[in-house]
């Protein structure tokens, strides 16, 4: 094929050019399904519980991740104020992952269980309380009801994407042998309310016991974050053998 | 040296594309620059498919001839680091092949900066307390080291300075770190213990104990112990045998005991209620009210898993000189 053929031809020079740059995309990214050492073996990863989950959508939604990242590199500035960098493992119930590019406010990867729930609320309510020099926004409205009806759809939804929320018993047992019976029950899709209710009443997340809201929920989620790996069990080095 | 078109008639070829009667365009070969340039970037590629990881195969890649080293603790059979003879874990060096998680143990373990500072972590590992605070070359080292630590971990609800937060609710206060009151007790051992373990501060609700006049009363006397003035004395000294119940924890005359954190009620120090900046006696009344009402649940999260000991011993160090007595 002669080259002023495709430069004439604007639909093959489109065609063409769509060819060559998927090569480069498939190269990079199909790969990464296929070796072995993309996600670290490390115990303790789980899916999030329907509370934190819902937490995890109003994150979502009110766009958090836009100023805050959820991704420390290993780099010894980041370790030093953020803790151990991330790992993959530590997002793969992530749909979508939220990683995010820019910093606005500090990486949230590791907050959970650095400040109490008073203070998330607070904070959350009205960052200048606390932190006169924060330029974050108020999100006062956090501490309206939780719509929590439809969590039992979100956690049908994410299992088509590979969550092992449970539907059937043989799924169910699978969750108990990997994650304990604790856990795998609040993982059952049909027991979502009342995992949401159980899980809000079972500690005082946002000071309001009386009702379930989206403080309740949001908390709940930041808590989780970066807490599920014991990093004490690893040598150090054993996670270079996997890049 | 351009050429008028004119000249190189004839002597360049065309592309065959004529405008407006007379417009061509040429058909020059790709400037030498830019064609070596081009060769350029394949062979930076293929040196680089050599050194550092990259092509995939199968269900693993290429890694590359490039390694990095870096020192690793050796595990013994039993899973566990195991420990030299000078109880330090016995480290090996260990060496992967070129990539970003085995460059960051490099830049932990011997960067300038981590080098710089292992020095002086060095120094004050065998100090007492007492010791690395009456030197100045350490004390300023923890305070430098202190600086960042609180930064990072404490100042979101201590302030940047220590200087807490003291709000109308106890939910929106923070107790001062820089002032002379000490909640759990000023000894370094107790602040690396708070740092360590974290805090779980609780009042118990006596509500149900006291109601209408007699918490008023309690109150007015809580507020006399520190000689606010306004005080009801009358109505104080029928709250005084109310007190009894407080004395418990917050001691027979009010003056606290640091070993289970009840604060000293007869100094000017407020840690969870803002009484100082209540707009009047009244206001003071109801936060005290309040207090008693409801109690106080208060947590200071645990960093002992986020901070090492090292660490945990210089911000001590740090918050110490914060505060006075």
Partial sequence: MKHESIEINSALLIILTLVVISIGGLVEIVPLFHIKGTVEKVEGVHPYTPLEQLGRDVYVREGCYLCHSQQIRPFRDEQLRYGHYSLAAESKYDHPFQWGSKRTGPDLARVGGKYSNEWMTQHLIHPQSLVPESIMPSY?????????????????????????????????????????????????????????????????WDGNPKEITEMDALVAYLQVLGTMVDFSKYNQGYFSTFR | MSQSPENKKGQVETTGHV???????????????????????????????????????????????????????????????????????KMETKTEHWNSRALFYQEMQS??????????????????????????????????????????????????????????????????????????????????????NGIQGNMPAFGALYKGEKLTDLAQYVLSLSHQPGVNEEAANRGKASFATCAGCHGANGQGNQAIGAPNLTDQAWAFVDVPGAKNYDDKLKLVEGVIDHGLQHQMPKFGDRLSPEQIRLLAVYVRQLGGT
């Fill in chain 1, 140 to 204: 006062p409205w956090l501490m309206q009801p939780l719509k929590y009806q439809d969590i039992e759809a979100r956690m049908k939804a994410l299992r088509d994407v590979g969550v092992p929320y449970s539907l059937t018993k043989a799924e169910y047992e699978a969750n108990v042998k990997k994650f304990g019976k604790d856990m795998a029950d609040q993982f059952v899709i049909a027991n979502g309310i009342k995992s949401v209710k159980a899980e809000a009443a079972a500690e005082n």
């Fill in chain 2, 19 to 89: 405008w407006d009667g007379d417009l061509r365009e040429y058909n020059n070969p790709l400037p030498r620059w830019w064609l070596w340039g081009f060769y350029g970037t394949i062979i930076f590629a293929v040196v680089y498919w050599i050194l550092y990881p990259a092509w995939p195969y199968a269900d693993t890649y290429t890694k590359g001839i490039s390694t990095v080293s870096f020192q690793s603790p050796v595990i013994g059979p039993d899973g566990k680091p195991e420990k030299g003879a000078d109880g330090q874990p």
């Fill in chain 2, 111 to 196: 960067s300038p900066s981590a080098v710089a500072q292992k020095e002086w972590l060095a120094k004050v590992k065998d100090m007492s307390f007492e010791q690395i605070a009456a030197n100045p070359d350490t004390l300023n080292f923890a305070r430098s080291m202190g600086h960042g630590l609180f930064g990072d971990h404490c100042a979101a609800c201590h302030g940047t300075g220590g200087q807490g937060h003291l709000a109308m609710n106890p939910e929106g206060s923070y107790p001062n770190l820089a002032d002379n009151a000490w909640i759990h007790g000023s000894s370094y051992e107790k602040i690396v213990s708070a740092i360590t």
